[in-house]
């Protein structure tokens, strides 16, 4: 939803419905269950379309909300700053869409409807009354769920199964996966051949377009390769993953060693709680800790020697991944999720 929201093209073809850039205002929400309350609960949705419409124009300000504007022009600073109610906000944003004084066009992409804390049903009513406006245009995404299937998915012109669109990508990077490993292309039998091909086909079939379900299961199978394990055991291992993304994580962090347990829900909960990815030293202070060092007499402003720093790092990459199962990466010396679910 991010690629199409601030891809040129897409601005492009809205400014020519629009009339031009300048009558043109587009905003994005994307609610995340795993947020904060405000990132998937109806307040959130208003203020981030609010917050994007009106700062690319801020001179509709004065007509859609003309109290807080008086206040603000008056130097009745606390009254104009008073945090905006849900009525309020939601008052606004219609006023904005129904002015006739004001000539904007506007598209909204909103992503993770199902991630939306509350009433789904009222949420599409809302959204389906916005969107009847001649001067709306919308962009929804969703899981495949009845409530928004009957909403959104009855007009197959209007409407994309993104899973049908990812499938061949999907089928390209397992099968270049598994054939990188030497144990794969290894056995060549008739009979091995054929079990290969069906469970490729099963893992497609499975990830019903999730890239980041395919990944994982993927990487598992690797390592079983390298663990040994034939093809007919990666068919019977595949048998027992689950289908579910949130449970596949589950199942992937139940197999870490129940000794590391410790550690590792001391880096998980540091990566979630941390207001931005943290320095990759933090995390080897971190482990210090948990070994019972007590607090670690060099943090990242005394680094040390550059030898050390570097096996001092990797060492600790190597732990994290193996802790997490490759749910954090390395990003220029940071630690962040791989993916925000």
Known sequence: ??????????????????????????????????????????????????????????????????????????????????????????????????????????????????????????????????????HIKMCLSSRRWPVFERSFGEDSQESLDIHELTRNDIRKFVNDQLQAHSRWTAEVSEEVTVEKAELVDRIVAQADGVFLWAFFVTRSLREDLSNGERIGDLNRRFSQLPSDLDQLFRHMLENVNPDDHPKMAGILQAAIHALEPLHVDLYWQLEKEFEGHGPASRGPGEPGPPEGIAVRREQTICSINEKTKGLLRLVYDRVEFLHRT
């Open 1 to 134: 939803m991010k690629f199409i929201a601030k891809h040129p093209r897409t601005r492009e073809l809205l400014a020519g419905w629009a009339g031009s850039s300048d009558k043109l205002a587009v905003a994005a929400h994307f609610f995340w269950i795993a947020g904060t309350p405000i990132q998937k609960s109806w307040q959130g949705l208003l203020q981030s379309l609010l917050f994007d419409l009106l700062r690319g124009h801020p001179y509709v300000v004065s007509r859609v909300s003309p109290n807080r504007w008086a206040a603000a022009k008056a130097g009745r600073w606390q009254t104009a700053a008073e945090p905006w109610s849900v009525s309020e906000l939601a008052a606004t944003l219609r006023a904005l869409a129904t002015a006739d004084h004001v000539s904007l066009r506007m598209c909204f992409f909103i992503d993770g409807l199902d991630e939306y804390d509350s009433n789904h049903a009222e949420l599409c009513e809302v959204l389906r009354d916005m969107a009847s406006s001649p």
